[in-house]
C-alpha cells in the first residue's frame, strides 16, 4: 500500500476510540468492585453459619466457665476451713498434754510433801500446786472455747462441702451437655472455619480490616447485609432510591448511613446464593 493511501484519523474518530477505552475501562472498574463485593459477602455467608452453630450453644461455655470458677473457689474455701480445723485441732491436743503434764507435776509434789522437813518447803510446794491447778482449768477453759470453734467450723466445712459437690454436679452436667452439642457441630465448623479462611484471602487488607471492625461491633455480627424492600438488611432503615443505584451500580462499596454496614443488592445476593 502506498503511502499516500494511508488516511489519519479524523477528529471523530479519535473521540470515539477515547471513549470506547473509557466505556472499557469503567467497565473493568464496575466488574472490580462487584467481584470484591460478592467476595466480602460470600465471606459474611460462610461466617453466618459458624455464627449460627455457636449460637447453638448458646451461654453453655459462660456457664461452665462460671461454674468452674465457683467450683475453684469453694475448693480454695474449703482447704483453708480444713487448714484452720486441723490448727485448732492441735491447740486442743496441746492443751491436753499440758493438762497432763501439770496432773504430773501436782503428783509430783504431793509426793514430795509427805517428806518435807519444814513448813517452808511444804508452803513452796502447795503453791506450786496451785499454780499447775491454775493452769488446768486455764486449759480445760481454752479446750472448751476450741471445742465449740471446732464445732461451728467443721458446720461451715460440711455446708461448703455440700455447696461444693453440688455445683460439682451441675459442672459435669453442664460440661457433658456443651461437649455432646461440640461433638455434634465441630466437623462443621471446622469445615466452615476453612471456608472462611480460604475467603478472607481473595479480600484486600483494607477491606478485610473493615468487615471484621465492622463485624465485631456489630450484635448479630452481620458486616455486609442486602437491600431489602428498600431498606438495609441490618437496621431496617430505609434507604434513599438515589443510594439504591449507587449500590446497584457496583462503581464503589457504600455503607448504610445509619448503622455503618457495607450494603449489596440482588446481584451480588444471588451470585452467592447460586453458588450454594
Not at 494511508?6 to 474518530?13: F, L
Not at 473509557?22 to 453466618?48: C, F, M, P
Not at 453459619?49 to 453453655?60: F, S
Not at 459437690?165 to 462443621?188: C, F, G, H, N, P
Amino acid at each position: 500500500m502506498a503511502k499516500s493511501d494511508v488516511k489519519a484519523p479524523t477528529k471523530e474518530a479519535k473521540v470515539t476510540v477515547d471513549n470506547n477505552k473509557a466505556v472499557g475501562s469503567a467497565s473493568k472498574s464496575e466488574v472490580t468492585i462487584a467481584e470484591k463485593l460478592v467476595e466480602l459477602y460470600r465471606l459474611q455467608h460462610i461466617d453466618s453459619q459458624v455464627d449460627k452453630i455457636r449460637v447453638q450453644r448458646g451461654e453453655l461455655p459462660l456457664e461452665v466457665q462460671d461454674l468452674e470458677d465457683e467450683v475453684a473457689g469453694l475448693e480454695t474455701r474449703m482447704t483453708k476451713l480444713q487448714d484452720e480445723l486441723a490448727e485448732m485441732e492441735t491447740q486442743v491436743s496441746d492443751k491436753q498434754n499440758l493438762i497432763k503434764d501439770a496432773k504430773a507435776q501436782i503428783k509430783k509434789y504431793e509426793g514430795q510433801q509427805a517428806k518435807v522437813r519444814n513448813n517452808r518447803e511444804y508452803d513452796s510446794l502447795t503453791k506450786e500446786i496451785e499454780f499447775q491447778n491454775l493452769e488446768i482449768q486455764l486449759a480445760e477453759k481454752r479446750i472448751k472455747e476450741a471445742k465449740a470453734q471446732i464445732e461451728a467450723k467443721k458446720a461451715v466445712v460440711d455446708e461448703s462441702k455440700g455447696r461444693h459437690d453440688e455445683r460439682k454436679k451441675d459442672l459435669d452436667l453442664k460440661k457433658k451437655e456443651l461437649d455432646d452439642i461440640v461433638a455434634e457441630t465441630e466437623k462443621e465448623e471446622k469445615d466452615l472455619q476453612k471456608k472462611s479462611d480460604s475467603a478472607a484471602k481473595h479480600i484486600e487488607e483494607r477491606l478485610l480490616s473493615a468487615y471484621n471492625r465492622i463485624r465485631s461491633n456489630a450484635r448479630n455480627g452481620l458486616a455486609v447485609v442486602p437491600v431489602e424492600r428498600g431498606s438495609c438488611g441490618g437496621c431496617f432503615n430505609s434507604i434513599p432510591p438515589q443510594r439504591q443505584l449507587d449500590i446497584s451500580s457496583h462503581k464503589k462499596i457504600i455503607v448504610c448511613e445509619h448503622c455503618g454496614r457495607i450494603l449489596v443488592d440482588d446481584y451480588v445476593v444471588e451470585r452467592v446464593s447460586g453458588e450454594k
